[in-house]
């Protein structure tokens, strides 16, 4: 199976998760394609100032791969810095949260998958 770049959904989501400003989302996959094994598979744009606010994986776990940009990551709570290359592992029980740091976008992919 091929996905075109033009046929790929994008969504804006304002305040994603209680952060500031919009979020916007372009799913690589669908739910469906993840067949029952996860339910997103995203590159994630963050601009300048914006972010996903803090929140725990109860069912699930989540790992960002940072493609360009340098943002600020809750891991369980302690903030770090973190920039391009760098993967960010959520494991189930945890939480996190992550914030545009600079003026540039922060682009990511996003996996969800059940744990």
């Known amino acids: 199976m091929i996905i075109k770049s033009n046929g790929l959904k994008t969504e804006i989501r304002e305040h994603m998760r209680g952060g500031d400003g919009s979020v916007k989302i372009t799913h690589l996959v669908t739910e469906d394609e993840l067949y029952g094994k996860g339910r997103l598979f995203a590159q994630i744009t963050l601009g300048a ?3 996903i606010g803090y929140h725990t994986h109860d069912a699930d ?13 809750s891991d369980n709570g302690t903030e ?3 920039g391009a290359g760098d993967v960010l592992v959520c494991p189930k029980g945890t939480g996190h949260s992550i914030k545009n ?3 540039d ?9 059940y744990a």
């Open 49 to 51: 100032g914006c972010g």
């Open 61 to 73: 776990s989540e790992i960002f791969h940072i493609i360009s940009g340098n943002a600020l990551y």
């Open 80 to 82: 770090k810095a973190v």
């Open 101 to 103: 740091a600079g003026s």
């Open 105 to 113: 976008d922060v682009i990511l992919t996003a996996l969800i998958v």
